[in-house]
């Protein structure tokens, strides 16, 4: 159900014209939203979150190139799977949450890709900004009816590599490539 949920929004982007729409600007609901990231420890792999600090989304469903996502995470509330991680992940080797606390994402670009979108942007970590791909998928939520585009689900993947922002921390132990899972439940201001 949910991927002809997603076929359906996403026909919708595609189609000129269809189930006319302006862009609309979503709010966040913090509370239902999260940044997840994971990456191998030897043979464990570390999870963990980033709260989200602020989000500004716009959706344009009848014109993908018209959507944007601005987002900042807070650095200094980032938690992981393993106790000692949580520290060595925000101290100065890795994110330097006290010089840095903030993490921000800024999209450059949308396009239509297949069952979803592709959302190019840049994302500053540490204060060093590089240019980073994420998937898009949008679902409606549980209980929202066909065509209801008030309450969203948006979830981002994508992966980059810690060092290309200066997080080298711990290299030996720990895995450059980091995954990113962002599941952002929104709803039309």
Known sequence: MARTILTTLFAALLIPGSLAAAPVKYLLDHAASTVAFETEFGPDVITGTIPLDTADLTLD????????????????????????????????????????????????????????????????IR????????????????????????RLTVRL???????????????????DEVRIIITARIEAK
């Open 61 to 124: 469903f009848d014109s993908v190139a018209n959507c944007t996502v601005a987002v900042q995470l807070d650095v200094t509330g980032a938690e992981a799977s393993f106790p000692f991680a949580a520290q060595a992940l925000k101290g100065p080797k890795v994110l330097d949450a006290a010089a840095h606390p903030k993490m921000i994402f800024k999209s450059t670009s949308v396009t239509a890709s297949g069952e979803g979108a592709t959302v190019a942007g840049n994302l500053t």
């Open 127 to 150: 204060g060093v900004t590089r240019p980073v791909t994420l998937g898009a998928e949008i679902f409606r939520q549980k209980g929202s009816v066909a065509g209801d585009r008030t």
């Open 157 to 175: 993947t994508g992966k980059v590599n810690r060092s290309d922002f200066g997080a080298t921390g711990w290299s030996d132990m720990v895995d």
